[in-house]
């Protein structure tokens, strides 16, 4: 099975996708930026992708929710990951041999209050993601230069840690997205949905429609508002919503629709704090 991700082999969304697929057979492929994990779902170089969606520390990632819903593209799973945070160069040096730090963007502002305290002499260089930019110094024997990673990135790549648990908070999770093209029947024990909608300027329309889920028991567990482009000052409501009864949820979706315009169901899929793997390969199975 074919999975697109952001970045290479080790990097945090290769961990998130082995624990959505622990016993499958998964080929990365390894894409530069997130557009390009939508995009080989679209033309079908991939089967599926795994995106970052937020993080505790840095907040959501904005630009991956515009990409899921221009794509039209599905969220089939959700998976949890705890993030530390290491800073690694090769052996030999200290942190104090360091003249430049590369990582991801979203790696290095939950990293921000320990970058802070170095030298301001000291270069940060916002690079592709975590891993590659290990392999980078590995590779080219780059001394003076550290990355900051997962501790597997360390050892995959043979570098030293010179600082452990150097994010702002020791708690830091990042939360994946399994996205794919193919709409599928929720699984049983979905409970939690993503929707998208856009609402008129006016009086509480917003606060009317967050009390319909109150109405009909449902949860609400994250809302997200991203400006629409082309509209200047009006905002697209991105929402999770968890429930015990989806007949319930249906019917709020059916009123919604009324009382929203472009309402969207992103997808509805089975909370998964606990992380247990994707049931998604059975139920594409049992589907044909
Ligand atoms: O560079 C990586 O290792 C990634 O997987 C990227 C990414 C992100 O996009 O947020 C994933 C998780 C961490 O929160 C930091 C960076």
Known sequence: MKIAIQGIESS??????RLLFPDTEIELIMCDTFEKVTECIENMSADFGVLAIENTIAGSILPNYNLIDASGLVIYDEVFLNIQMFIMALGGQTIYDIDEVHSHPVALLQCKDYLRKLPPQLKIIEGKDTASEAKKIKEGNLKGVAAIAGKQVAERFGLEILDSNIQNEKDNQTRFVLIGKEAIAPAENANKATLKFELSHSLGSLSNTLQMFTTFNINLTKIQSLPIVGKPWQYAFFVDVMF?????????TKVLKKAVSELKILGVY???????PSQLIQVLENGK
């Open 270 to 276: 089975k909370h998964n704090v606990e992380n247990t």
């Open 12 to 17: 945090f969304h290769d961990m998130a996708t």
């Open 244 to 252: 015990d009864d989806y007949q319930l949820f249906t019917e709020v």
